[in-house]
Nanobody, 126 residues
Framework: QLPLVESGGGLVQPGGSLRLSCAAAGFLSNSYSIAWFRQAPGKEREGVSCLSRTGIYTNYAHSVKGRFTISRDNAKNTVSLQMNGLKPEDTSVYYC???????????????????WGQGTQVTVSS
Protein backbone atom coordinates (compact mmCIF):
# COMPACT_ATOMS: atom_id res chain seq x y z
CA GLN A 1 0.00 0.00 0.00
CA LEU A 2 1.31 3.42 -0.94
CA PRO A 3 1.87 5.88 1.90
CA LEU A 4 -0.24 8.95 2.57
CA VAL A 5 1.48 12.08 1.26
CA GLU A 6 0.36 15.60 2.11
CA SER A 7 1.05 18.70 0.05
CA GLY A 8 -0.15 22.27 -0.32
CA GLY A 9 1.10 23.83 2.87
CA GLY A 10 2.77 27.21 3.01
CA LEU A 11 2.72 30.74 4.36
CA VAL A 12 -0.51 32.72 4.06
CA GLN A 13 -1.80 35.97 5.50
CA PRO A 14 -4.69 36.03 7.97
CA GLY A 15 -7.97 35.77 6.09
CA GLY A 16 -6.34 33.93 3.22
CA SER A 17 -6.93 30.45 1.84
CA LEU A 18 -4.97 27.28 1.25
CA ARG A 19 -5.89 23.92 -0.18
CA LEU A 20 -4.16 20.87 1.26
CA SER A 21 -4.08 17.59 -0.63
CA CYS A 22 -3.46 14.08 0.58
CA ALA A 23 -2.42 11.48 -1.97
CA ALA A 24 -4.34 8.48 -0.68
CA ALA A 25 -4.10 5.75 -3.31
CA GLY A 26 -5.31 2.51 -1.79
CA PHE A 27 -7.32 4.21 0.94
CA LEU A 28 -10.26 5.50 -1.06
CA SER A 29 -12.23 2.29 -0.96
CA ASN A 30 -15.30 1.60 1.13
CA SER A 31 -13.07 0.35 3.93
CA TYR A 32 -11.25 3.48 5.12
CA SER A 33 -12.20 6.77 6.65
CA ILE A 34 -9.74 9.64 6.08
CA ALA A 35 -9.06 12.52 8.41
CA TRP A 36 -6.98 15.64 8.77
CA PHE A 37 -5.24 16.40 12.03
CA ARG A 38 -2.94 19.22 13.07
CA GLN A 39 -0.31 19.79 15.69
CA ALA A 40 1.14 23.10 16.79
CA PRO A 41 4.46 23.33 18.68
CA GLY A 42 4.02 22.32 22.29
CA LYS A 43 0.44 21.19 21.78
CA GLU A 44 -1.26 17.85 21.34
CA ARG A 45 -2.34 16.64 17.94
CA GLU A 46 -5.98 17.51 17.33
CA GLY A 47 -8.58 16.43 14.84
CA VAL A 48 -9.62 18.93 12.19
CA SER A 49 -11.95 17.11 9.84
CA CYS A 50 -12.81 13.63 8.63
CA LEU A 51 -14.59 11.93 5.76
CA SER A 52 -16.39 8.63 6.14
CA ARG A 53 -15.45 5.53 4.16
CA THR A 54 -18.40 6.06 1.82
CA GLY A 55 -17.60 9.74 1.36
CA ILE A 56 -21.09 10.62 2.54
CA TYR A 57 -20.46 11.81 6.08
CA THR A 58 -18.09 14.52 7.27
CA ASN A 59 -17.14 15.85 10.68
CA TYR A 60 -15.39 19.06 11.66
CA ALA A 61 -13.76 20.46 14.76
CA HIS A 62 -15.75 23.35 16.18
CA SER A 63 -12.83 25.71 15.61
CA VAL A 64 -12.84 25.18 11.83
CA LYS A 65 -16.51 24.56 11.08
CA GLY A 66 -17.74 26.88 8.37
CA ARG A 67 -14.21 27.72 7.23
CA PHE A 68 -12.73 24.34 6.21
CA THR A 69 -14.15 21.80 3.78
CA ILE A 70 -13.00 18.22 3.30
CA SER A 71 -13.58 16.41 0.03
CA ARG A 72 -12.24 13.56 -2.02
CA ASP A 73 -11.53 12.97 -5.68
CA ASN A 74 -11.60 9.28 -6.49
CA ALA A 75 -10.24 9.84 -9.99
CA LYS A 76 -7.13 11.56 -8.60
CA ASN A 77 -6.93 9.38 -5.46
CA THR A 78 -6.78 12.45 -3.27
CA VAL A 79 -8.49 13.86 -0.21
CA SER A 80 -8.40 17.64 0.05
CA LEU A 81 -8.89 20.16 2.81
CA GLN A 82 -9.96 23.60 1.58
CA MET A 83 -9.13 26.14 4.25
CA ASN A 84 -10.66 29.60 4.03
CA GLY A 85 -10.61 32.50 6.45
CA LEU A 86 -7.35 31.32 7.94
CA LYS A 87 -6.34 32.62 11.35
CA PRO A 88 -2.95 32.73 13.09
CA GLU A 89 -4.19 30.01 15.45
CA ASP A 90 -4.53 27.67 12.47
CA THR A 91 -0.74 27.60 12.22
CA SER A 92 0.29 23.95 12.60
CA VAL A 93 1.70 20.94 10.87
CA TYR A 94 -1.25 19.27 9.15
CA TYR A 95 -1.40 15.50 8.84
CA CYS A 96 -3.53 13.20 6.76
CA UNK A 97 -4.53 9.91 8.41
CA UNK A 98 -6.51 6.80 7.56
CA UNK A 99 -8.27 4.10 9.53
CA UNK A 100 -9.83 0.86 8.41
CA UNK A 101 -13.43 0.77 9.63
CA UNK A 102 -16.89 -0.63 9.08
CA UNK A 103 -18.57 2.35 10.70
CA UNK A 104 -20.74 4.58 8.54
CA UNK A 105 -19.55 7.79 10.12
CA UNK A 106 -16.12 9.11 11.12
CA UNK A 107 -14.49 10.53 14.20
CA UNK A 108 -11.61 12.79 15.19
CA UNK A 109 -10.00 10.65 17.86
CA UNK A 110 -6.29 10.61 17.06
CA UNK A 111 -5.84 7.16 18.59
CA UNK A 112 -8.32 5.63 16.14
CA UNK A 113 -6.09 6.23 13.13
CA UNK A 114 -3.16 3.98 12.36
CA UNK A 115 -1.80 5.22 9.06
CA TRP A 116 -0.28 8.69 8.87
CA GLY A 117 1.40 10.97 6.38
CA GLN A 118 4.53 12.97 7.10
CA GLY A 119 2.72 16.29 7.48
CA THR A 120 2.78 19.68 5.78
CA GLN A 121 3.42 23.01 7.48
CA VAL A 122 0.78 25.73 7.40
CA THR A 123 1.77 29.14 8.73
CA VAL A 124 -0.73 31.98 9.01
CA SER A 125 1.02 35.26 9.62
CA SER A 126 1.16 38.82 8.36
Amino acid sequence: QLPLVESGGGLVQPGGSLRLSCAAAGFLSNSYSIAWFRQAPGKEREGVSCLSRTGIYTNYAHSVKGRFTISRDNAKNTVSLQMNGLKPEDTSVYYCAARRTLLSGCGLDVTSYDTWGQGTQVTVSS
